[in-house]
């Protein structure tokens, strides 16, 4: 089984910061939208996702500049899934 290596490149830190990022976003915008707690974690992982997947399809038409790499869009996933994560988990203890 291939190894997987992650944070092997300073990058793929940066991309788990933004997904952390896209997250929080999504949470605080969600959170005026919705009363549901449930939906601001749904909203949150789900721009996070869709962040990670489009920043990687504008790298693979644009590969003059960009350089299109799988992991990018895994490392922004599971900073998409932290922040949510944390806030499912405190509010599953309330």
Do not use: R
């Amino acid at each position: 089984m291939p190894k997987i290596p992650l944070w092997k490149q300073e990058d793929k830190k940066d991309h788990f910061v933004s997904g952390i990022d896209w997250s929080i976003f999504g949470m605080i915008t969600s959170f005026v939208i919705f009363s549901n707690p449930y939906m601001w974690v749904l909203c949150s992982f789900s721009l996070a996702l869709c962040a990670g997947i489009i920043k990687e399809i504008e790298d693979y038409f644009d590969q003059k500049h960009h350089t299109p790499d799988i992991w990018d869009a895994v490392a922004t996933i599971l900073g998409g899934i932290l922040a949510p994560g944390v806030l499912l988990v405190i509010l599953l203890l309330l």
